[in-house]
C-alpha cells in the first residue's frame, strides 16, 4: 500500500510528458495527460466520429466533438471535398487546436466494416497540413479505453478558441498534376487503399470503375487488428508483407482512395509508424479522378492485391 501510495505520489509531482511528433499514444498514456494537474498542459482531445449520438452516448474525459466530415463540402460538383483554407482555418480555431499543445485524436473501434480510424487519420491529416506538429492517435480508440478499465463519460466539453501555426505544411498532400507527374517513374509508387473490388471495378459505388493506371493495391484493413480497427498492427508484423508488395522505404509514394480517407490512414501508418520518409496523400482521390476533364481521364480494371499470393 506505501509503494502504491508513493507511486502515485510520483505520478502527480512529475505527470507524464511526451515529446512533440506526430504517432501513436497507449489509452494509460493518454488518460495520464488528460489527468495532468497543470489544466495549461493537458491535450486538446478530439472524438472525430461521425456519429454525433455516439457522442453523446460516452466518449473520452475532455473530448470535444469534431465531426471529421465537417471538413469537407462539394465542390465543383465533387462531394466531400476539403474545404477552402479559410473556411478550415475558422473550423480549426473554433474547435480549439492550438500550436503549443498536444491533440489527441480518437474514434471508436471495431471488427470490420467499422473503419472510424479513417476519421481519426483524416483529422490528422487536416491538422498537419495546417502546421500542427504535435498530434497522437490514441491507440485502439474508445473501444481500447473500456477494454483496459478506464472510464468514459457524457459530459460535453468546449475548448477555448486556438492558435494555429503561421505557416501551413504543403508537403503533406498531393493533387492532381502531382499524381500524374508521380506515375510511371522510377523510385515512385501510387498506392490504391481501397478494398481490391473497388481498385477491381467490381462494385456499385463509383461513377467510373477501376484505379488509376499504374497504381498498386494495398487494402488500408491489412495494417489494423482484426478484433479493433482502431488498433495499428506493430511495425514489425506487416513489414514483410509491406516488402513483398514493393512498399519500401526508399520509394517516394503517393497514397490514394475513393474520398481521401482510407488513403489517409494507409500515409499515415506509413509515415509514422513505418518511417517512411516520402509519404503524401492524393486528397481529391477517386471520386475527383472520374469526373475531371469531362470523365476522360484513363482507368484501369482487374488486378490483384499487392503482395499477396494468388
Known amino acids: 500500500m506505501k509503494i502504491r501510495t508513493l ?60 465531426e471529421f466530415d465537417s471538413l469537407r463540402g462539394t465542390s465543383q460538383a465533387v ?10 482555418k475558422t473550423l480549426l480555431l473554433r474547435a480549439g487546436v492550438d500550436k503549443d499543445r498536444t491533440h489527441l485524436i480518437y474514434a471508436t473501434g471495431d471488427v470490420l466494416p467499422n ?17 500542427v506538429k504535435d498530434i497522437r492517435i490514441v491507440d485502439g480508440g474508445l473501444a481500447e479505453w473500456k477494454k483496459q478499465g478506464l472510464t468514459p463519460v457524457q459530459d460535453y466539453f468546449q475548448n477555448p478558441p486556438g492558435k494555429l501555426p503561421a505557416k501551413t505544411d504543403k508537403t503533406t498532400a498531393a493533387n492532381i498534376k502531382d499524381v500524374q507527374a508521380h506515375v510511371g517513374k522510377p523510385g ?16 456499385e459505388i463509383w461513377l467510373r ?7 498498386i493495391s494495398f487494402h488500408w484493413a491489412r495494417l489494423v487488428e482484426k ?11 506487416v513489414k514483410a508483407e509491406l516488402e513483398a508488395a514493393g512498399i519500401t522505404p526508399d520509394k517516394n509514394i503517393i497514397c490514394y482512395c475513393g474520398t481521401s480517407r482510407e488513403g489517409s490512414a ?45
Not at 476519421?119 to 502546421?131: A, D, I, Q
Request: hydrophobic share 40%.
Open 7 to 66: 507511486l502515485l505520489a510520483t505520478l502527480l509531482a512529475f505527470p507524464i510528458s511526451v515529446r512533440a511528433g506526430i504517432g501513436l499514444i497507449t489509452c494509460a498514456e493518454a488518460k495520464a495527460l488528460i489527468e495532468n494537474p497543470d489544466a495549461s498542459k493537458r491535450p486538446i482531445v478530439f472524438d472525430t466520429r461521425g456519429g454525433y449520438k455516439d457522442y453523446f452516448r460516452a466518449h473520452l474525459p475532455t473530448a470535444q466533438h469534431l
Open 79 to 88: 462531394p466531400v471535398q476539403y474545404l477552402p483554407d479559410d473556411l478550415t
Open 115 to 131: 473503419d472510424e480510424i479513417l476519421s481519426s487519420t483524416m483529422v490528422v491529416h487536416v491538422l498537419e497540413k495546417f502546421g
Open 188 to 203: 515512385n509508387l501510387l498506392i490504391d487503399a481501397r478494398p481490391i473490388n473497388e481498385f477491381r471495378g467490381e462494385d
Open 209 to 215: 470503375k477501376g484505379h488509376i493506371p499504374g497504381a
Open 227 to 237: 478484433d479493433n480497427t482502431h488498433k495499428f498492427k506493430p511495425f514489425a508484423g
Open 266 to 310: 494507409l500515409r499515415f501508418y506509413l509515415k509514422y509508424i513505418a518511417g517512411y520518409p516520402n509519404v503524401r496523400l492524393y486528397e481529391g482521390a477517386w471520386k475527383e479522378y472520374v469526373w475531371l476533364d469531362n470523365k476522360s481521364l484513363p482507368a484501369e480494371t482487374g488486378g490483384e492485391p499487392a503482395g499477396q499470393k494468388k
